[in-house]
């Protein structure tokens, strides 16, 4: 998967989200003009993909993204939502929510909704 070559290629066809869920999270990505070059999992392109070719080794931060290609600048343009894997609580979002006043029961109870907290 690594040694694609696109050159020639119009940048345009490059990255081809192919599926994703409900809340935007990237299922399937196409990688060059057609899936017979490359189709991987969201997980893996947001994992693998662009870490290897960061200069600092970062990747995406989340897997709920979009992407375009600019001309203008010669250059694809991310649109990264939310950081991590999509589950469970925001450690900033909650942060927030007790600098608001919230008590950790009601932090809690709004990222986990239905559970019940207990003492054993």
């Not at 119009?10 to 060059?32: E, H, L, M, R």
């Not at 990747?59 to 250059?75: E, G, H, P």
Request: hydrophobic share 35%; proline share 2%; aromatic share 16%.
């Amino acid at each position: 998967m690594m040694d694609i070559d696109l050159s020639g290629v119009d940048p345009n066809s490059w990255f081809t989200i192919q599926s994703a869920n409900q809340y935007g999270w990237v299922a399937k990505i196409q990688v060059g003009p057609d899936a017979s070059v490359g189709t991987v999992s969201g997980r893996w392109f947001r994992e693998n993909l662009l870490a290897r070719q960061s200069v600092d080794g970062r990747s995406l931060r989340s897997q709920c993204f979009t992407v375009s290609y600019n001309a203008d600048l010669d250059c694809f343009i991310f649109d990264v939502y939310g950081y991590g894997h999509g589950c469970g609580m925001s450690q900033w979002g909650a942060i927030g929510y007790a600098r608001n006043g919230w008590s950790y029961r009601d932090i809690l109870t709004h990222y986990f909704v239905g559970t019940t907290l207990t003492t054993y």
